[in-house]
T-cell receptor, first 112, second 117 residues
């Protein structure tokens, strides 16, 4: 069965410092993986996606994620946090039966 | 391009009452999804439509939840009777076609927040 596990429910960083949001996946075959972002009272938005092409994937707003099969990980990073990055981030897996499976989410707080 | 529209944005009801949510997807999007997002959890798929046919409703509590998508465009999600544990945000999403799910690009509405007292 497919699943994703987000290792941190809350992450707090200072503005201008790096961001790391961790995600591990479980899949019996090569998965398609995504990161979605949800700002307060806004709809979910696709940040980036991995679909078995390049293992380093670049997304919007300076975010990127690296697919590591040996570690079954798909961590989201950004070199320098901005106040506007404060939001909930979801690691998502897609695959058989056309389902999107969401992780529990990581709430990112950015302090001045 | 207009996004996915949902209404109402907020609804407060007492348990055992009924409620209905409406969704208008992006024009031309064949696939429509309803997700339930309970506070502190990730969204959970309730039902998926391809045009006006149901693709997946395996996690829809059919004793109290129902959904329809007439004419393959708008959709309504109904809960009757509501329970306390139905308090959640109900998200509607759409995508161009079924196989576009593998691209992962769903377009979400802002959600309908339900509070059951």
């Amino acid at each position: 069965a497919q699943s994703v596990t987000q290792l941190d429910s809350h992450v707090s960083v200072s503005e201008g410092t790096p961001v790391l949001l961790r995600c591990n996946y479980s899949s019996s075959y090569s998965p398609s993986l995504f990161w979605y972002v949800q700002h307060p009272n806004k709809g979910l938005q696709l940040l980036l996606k991995y679909t078995s092409a390049a293992t380093l994937v670049k997304g919007i707003n300076g975010f990127e994620a690296e697919f590591k099969k040996s570690e079954t990980s798909f961590h989201l990073t950004k070199p320098s946090a901005h106040m506007s990055d404060a939001a909930e981030y979801f690691c998502v897996s897609a695959g058989g039966y056309n389902k999107l499976i969401f992780g529990a989410g990581t709430r990112l707080a950015v302090h001045p | 391009e207009a996004g996915v529209a949902q209404s109402p944005r907020y609804k407060i009801i007492e348990k055992r009452q009924s409620v209905a949510f409406w969704c208008n997807p992006i024009s031309g999007h064949a696939t429509l999804y309803w997700y339930q997002q309970i506070l502190g959890q990730g969204p959970k798929l309730l039902i998926q439509f391809q045009n006006n046919g149901v693709v997946d409703d395996s996690q829809l509590p059919k004793d109290r939840f129902s959904a329809e998508r007439l004419k393959g465009v708008d959709s309504t999600l109904k809960i009757q009777p509501a329970k306390l544990e139905d308090s959640a945000v109900y998200l509607c999403a759409s995508s161009l076609a079924r196989d576009s799910l593998f691209s992962g690009e769903l377009f979400f509405g802002e959600g309908s927040r339900l509070t059951v007292l």
